[in-house]
Structure formats: C-alpha cells, structure tokens
C-alpha cells in the first residue's frame, strides 16, 4: 500500500505541475504584453502637452504637429487591431524621430525648460518601451520553450496553446528608431 | 547643441580622467617632499624594529638557555618562548607603527584622492555602515563581525559617490566556532542615473560557468532569491546570474549599452564582481584578497611601482562612474 501512495502520488502531481507552469508562462507574457501596452499609452499621453509646447515657438511645422495629433486620435480611439496598433506606434516613433531633428532649428524652444523635461521623459519612456519589449521577448522564449518541448509540449497540444512570436522592429521601423538615434546619444 | 551634447561636454570637463604619467608628475611635484619626510620616518622606524626585533631575539635565546640547562623536554616546552617573542615583536611593530600609518593615510593618500579629483573627500579611519552593507542585499548572510577604513566620499560631475574597504564576517558561536569571510574588499555606492523601484541582484556566476545553458536550472531553485532574470546578451548570462522583482524595470536597468559596461569592467578588473541596484542608488561589491591602501614597513616608499599601486586602486573606485556612464543625465532624474 505504502508503495502504491509513492507511486500514484508524484504521478498525479506531475500532470498539475506542468498545466500550472503552462498556465503561469501564458500568463508572464500577456503581463508583459500589457505592460507594453501602458507604456506606449503613456506615450501618447505625452503628445498634447509636447504639442502646445511646440506649437508657441514654431509656425512652419504645423503638417507635422497635427499629423502627430492624428496619431494619437487614432491610437486612442480603441477601434484598431493589434498590427494597426504596432503600426500606429511605428508612425509615432518616426513623426517623434522628425519633430526632434526640426528642433534643432529653434535653439530657443530647445533650451526651454518645459521642451527639456518633455524630451527627457520621452528618451526615457522609449528606453521603458524597448526594456519592456526585451521583457516581453524573454517571456515568450520561455513559453515557447515550454510548448514545444516534451513533454510540456504534450499538455500544451491539449491545451491548445501555440507558440507565440517576437516582438520583431521591422525595416521600417529600424529607420524610425536610427532617426531617433539622433537625439539619444 | 542638444542637451546630450551639453551633458556630454560637462561630463568631459568633470573627469578629465588622470593618466599614470599625470600620475608620476603628480609624484615628482606634489608628492615628493611628503614622501621624503615619510620615507625618512620609516627607515628610523625600520631601524628600531629591527633592534627591538635583535633584543626580542635575544631574550629569546636566553631564555632558551636557561630552560635547556634545567633539562626542559625540547618539544613543546622550548615552544613557548618562540612563539611569546614572535607574539611581542608583533605587538611592537604595531605600536610603533601606528603613528607611522596615520600619517602616511593622512598625506600620501589624501593627496592622492584628492589628486584623482578634488571633490572628493578621505577619512582614512571611517567605513560604510553595516546596516548599508545589510540594504544592498547583495550577500544573504547578515555579518557579524565587521571592520573596514579608508572612507572616500564626493561627487564626480552630477553623481554622488562613496566608497571603503571593507571585511564582513560571520563567525559561527559554540564549541566548533569558525569563521568565514562574507566579503572582503572595495565597496562602492553610487547614485544612480536613473529612476526606478525594482530590487536587482547583479551576482558572479558559478553554476552557469561550470555547467553551460544547463547552469540556468539550479540557478532557478534559489529560493532566497527574487526570481531569476534571464537577459539576453550569451557573454553577460556567461559571468553574472542576475535576480530582480521586476523583469522590465530590470531590464530598464540593465539596458545593452549598460550590460556592456558592466562585462568590460568585469574584464577590466579581473575580480568577482558584485552589484545591485536598491533605492534608487547602484552598489558595487569588488573583492580583494589584500589589504588596501596600507603602507609597508619595511619596503621603500620612494619605489614608484608602490605608489602605482595606490593609485590604480583608488582610480578603479572612482572610475566606475565614468566605466558605467553613471554621468549620462539624459533621463528625467538629473
């Protein structure tokens, strides 16, 4: 009898740990993925006020000013999919990229200290953003680990999860982000 | 210009870092008169020893002698006055040159920290407190037995730095007591450059160093840890295990460029390396088997080769602000 209960026991805990560990890697990348999320809220949260600031010491960068408020308007309106989401935020980075090089062209607004403090919010939420997407990479690795590894990957196929993808920055968006370089250092 | 430009100017202009040829003009011009006065205390110093050393031996033989004579059995019994003499002569050597210590620490090194940049501060007989020591988090075991000195304090450009040596302990009580060594070594604190509330653990890697990809398994079993981060750079994952409580704020600490850094100063120093990053300051552990910033007795003090020493030791505390670009105030912490 004694032996039964060693060997049915850690049989029947086997199949409770490896669901759990499924359950909690699913659950480390859609955390991850919504923090990814709030970051880039905050992002956009940043354009209004980048705007106005803009706005008092330029007249010839309106095209850009309002394709930057378009952006946000349409990022916000909570009715695009995931890729228009991805893309949208591509959009931004560049537009962002292209107002902080014509800035260079107003040494007065760049020394202003309210264009300071939005320019280092901003370096800083886009190194958030890029430290939460290697985040949200590591966690995906490590659910795809499990799911297509045996014998998790058993569970996984009852399961019905599937691998995910990466985070990947596209061609595009490389450019986007060495426009960015620019200014970051 | 844009404000990195700036920062970066001012950064340069800060820590214009000193070379050892600035160095060994340093010596010939600002330091060779303390040196020749010290040098000149030390040989008198070395003289009395060693005639104190000549007298101790002396007393020694006698004694000896005289137990000899009186038919004392050779081992252990003869023993005894060799090992009181070696005790005694100990006992003056530190005496005598206490005095000797305390003035080397307050010329010769002061004036080389505060060669290394005059912002800095020295106080040859204060250390980090133990409870900071505790906060770090970097060692599990609470010390128990704690001593350290030479205390340098400052700002380097924007960053507040301090640093000392250190040597924590944990000594066991009862009957088998031992000791053993938590850490011995450099340890520094710095302000960090960015804003965060995360606990991050920066430790060196035995398992995964023994074990390759395989090592990463027993490193996830540590409970007394916070949970393993797992960063993607091969050759960071290679010397360091890192554990956090946030893994995007960790990696937010650790970006690439900052990873870099951390394994070219790895390499640099050749030394286990520990860091963590609490309360918004970075703590940096580097261990050392000697003892740091001491002067010889009964070595020349003239010898260049000596004074590198000093300065090479001191440079590497107060470079790791420039070898972490902890300077680079382009986030909104300023």
């Known amino acids: 009898m004694p032996i039964a209960i060693v060997i049915i026991v850690p049989l029947l805990l086997i199949p409770v740990l490896i669901y759990n560990s499924l359950i909690a890697r699913k659950n480390q990348v859609l955390n991850v993925f919504g923090a990814i999320d709030a970051l880039l809220k905050k992002r956009y949260d940043l354009i209004p006020n980048l705007v106005a600031t803009v706005k008092g010491y330029t007249q010839h960068e309106r095209s850009l000013l309002e394709e930057l408020t378009k952006i946000r308007a349409q990022a916000l309106s909570g009715q695009i999919s995931d890729d228009e989401a991805v893309e949208l935020d591509n959009k931004l980075t560049r537009a962002l990229g292209r107002l902080l090089l014509v800035v260079e062209n107003y040494p007065n607004l760049r020394a202003s200290e309210n264009f300071m403090h939005l320019q280092r919010t901003l370096t800083e939420l886009e190194e958030q953003i890029s430290a939460a997407r290697r985040a949200y990479n590591a966690a995906v690795t490590d659910y795809n680990n499990a799911v297509e590894m045996f014998p998790t990957s058993i569970a996984a196929s009852m399961m019905n999860y599937k691998p995910r993808r990466f985070f990947e920055i596209s061609e595009k968006q490389r450019e986007g982000i060495d426009a960015g370089e620019h200014f970051r250092r | ?334």
């Not at chain 2, 038919?71 to 252990?76: D, N, S």
Request: a positive charge; glycine letters at 6%; one cysteine or more.
């Open chain 2, 1 to 334: 210009m844009t404000f990195q430009q700036n920062a970066k100017r001012t950064l340069r202009k800060t820590m214009k870092a000193k070379t050892l040829d600035d160095f060994k003009q340093f010596c010939e011009t600002g330091l060779s008169a303390d040196l020749n006065a010290l040098e000149a205390r030390r040989r008198a110093l070395a003289r009395n020893l060693t005639y104190a050393g000549a007298v101790v031996a002396g007393l020694v033989l006698i004694v000896l002698f005289l137990m000899g004579r009186s038919g004392v059995q050779l081992f252990p019994g003869l023993l005894f006055p060799v090992i009181i003499g070696a005790i005694l002569f100990g006992f003056i050597t530190h005496l005598a040159g206490k005095g000797y210590v305390r003035q080397f620490k307050a010329t010769i090194i002061r004036k080389i920290v505060s060669f290394l940049d005059e912002n800095l501060d020295y106080s040859p007989h204060r250390h980090i407190p133990r409870s900071t020591f505790i906060a770090s988090q970097i060692f599990k075991t609470a010390p128990n037995r704690y001593k350290g000195d030479d205390y340098v304090s400052g700002n380097i450009g924007a960053t507040k730095i301090e640093f000392s040596e250190l040597h924590a302990e944990y000594e066991t009580g009862g009957k088998n007591r031992s000791r053993r060594t938590i850490f011995r070594g450099l340890f520094f604190i710095a302000d960090f450059n960015k804003h965060f509330t995360c606990r991050l653990v920066v430790l060196p890697d035995t398992a995964e160093k023994l074990f390759g990809g395989f090592g990463k398994t027993p490193q996830s079993w540590n409970l007394t840890r916070d949970p393993l981060i797992k960063l993607e750079d091969p050759e960071f994952e290679n010397f360091f295990v890192v554990h956090g409580n946030d893994q995007i704020q960790a990696r937010y600490i650790l970006s690439t460029s900052l990873m870099n850094r951390i394994i070219d100063f790895r390499k640099k120093t050749n030394r286990h390396l520990y860091l963590s990053f609490v309360g918004s300051k970075i703590f940096v552990a580097l261990s050392y088997a000697r003892n740091l910033f001491e002067p010889r007795l009964f070595t020349t003090l003239l010898d260049f080769e000596l004074m590198r020493e000093y300065f090479q030791d001191l440079q590497l505390a107060v470079g790791i602000v420039d070898d972490l670009s902890l300077n680079t105030r382009i986030w909104t912490k300023q």
